[in-house]
């Protein structure tokens, strides 16, 4: 049977990944890519190559891939793509937990935007960067920029982009100890989700509601919604969120004394965290298991593992994690009855 001509697969390739079937997306945009004639269709196989590579937890050749594009997209003086281009080369960064780099490409990408007067590329960036902000630590910034990135979305009636913002706000709220208000951003986006078929938004709300039930203790509840939105992250093949959902279940494990439940999780998250360069994941991963390994009476091992832990949230800028590995440290020195703790 001959190939499919490129522009055909590259079509078929977009109706699948909007269905969020991403794995069997990826091998036609990359035969479509192969076969590309022209530089138009060369540049939006690289960025929707690059954007599911992206969403699938491929980070390093994201990166790789997006940087083709700005290239390509610079040379043909096309701004909208080159500032896609640099938003991508960012949000990929930022998955690596190279949170500094990512602002810089994300501050690039915002400046053509606003020149161009691209509303809706204006809003996407103010919700990477709120994103990049949550990472750093900085709570606050990253609460008023997911804010001001909803009103454009709401503005330019843009009902995804309004979801991811919602999703955005109830995980800074929840890390800033807002528990309801987490859970009550969460089930807003939960709902929008369904409304538009929308599987990585169901998932995402879902585990996100999960944290949130968690952190309020309603531990029952809090399995539930974290074995939903495992299903859908196994639909769509996404390693990154996938191995936080496993985190967020081993906590609400560690809570209930199901040590051996916690650790089978946090062994398959490390090594998804570690197949997708997921810096941060592996902060949290060590975080998870020292208390674990604590909780077994082996205490000079879960000291090691915090301190790991340490290292790598000082090496990467990891704000907030840092002050839960002091928070840790503080529990060990003073005893048992300290552990576990329930880490937002």
């Excluded at 980070?59 to 909208?80: H, P």
Aim: overall charge positive; some cysteine; hydrophobic content about 40%.
């Amino acid at each position: 049977m001959a190939e499919k001509p490129p522009l055909t697969l590259f079509k078929e390739a977009e109706r699948l990944r909007l269905r969020s079937r991403f794995k069997e997306a990826l091998t036609l945009y990359e035969r479509a890519l192969e076969g590309a004639d022209t530089d138009e269709l060369r540049l939006n196989c690289l960025l929707s190559l690059a954007d599911t590579l992206r969403l699938t937890g491929d980070f390093k050749r994201a990166f790789r891939t997006y940087l083709r594009a700005v290239r390509l997209s610079e040379r043909l003086l096309l701004e909208a793509e080159y500032a896609d281009s640099l938003t991508g080369c960012g949000l990929s960064l930022r998955a690596l937990g190279r949170w500094h780099p990512a602002l810089e490409f994300f501050h690039s990408a915002l400046g053509v935007y606003e020149d161009t007067g691209d509303l809706q590329g204006v809003a996407f960036t103010l919700w990477a960067e709120a994103g990049t902000y949550r990472i750093k630590g900085e709570l606050r910034e990253a609460i008023r920029r997911f804010r001001q990135a909803k009103k454009l979305f709401e503005k330019i009636g843009d009902k995804r982009g309004i979801g991811y913002c919602l999703t955005g706000l109830g995980g800074s709220l929840r890390v800033s100890r807002r528990y309801r208000d987490s859970l009550h951003h969460y089930t807003m986006a939960n709902t929008l989700f369904r409304t538009l078929r929308d599987t990585f938004g169901l998932a995402y709300s879902y585990c996100g509601m999960a944290n949130a039930l968690r952190m309020m203790k309603r531990f029952k509840d809090a399995l539930r919604y974290f074995r939903l939105a495992t299903r859908n992250y196994k639909k769509i093949g996404d390693k990154t969120s996938y191995a936080y959902t496993l985190w967020g279940e081993a906590m609400v494990y560690l809570q209930l004394g199901r040590l051996d439940d916690a650790e089978k999780d946090l062994l398959v998250a490390k090594t998804l965290f570690r197949e997708t360069g997921d810096e941060r994941g592996m902060v949290y991963y060590l975080l998870a298991i020292s208390q674990v390994e604590y909780l077994r009476g082996r205490e000079k091992r879960a000291l090691r593992l915090l301190q790991g832990a340490q290292k790598r949230a000082d090496t990467f800028g990891f704000g907030i994690e840092r002050a839960y590995v002091e928070a840790l440290f503080r529990s060990m020195h003073k005893g048992a009855r300290e552990i576990p703790l329930n880490l937002p």
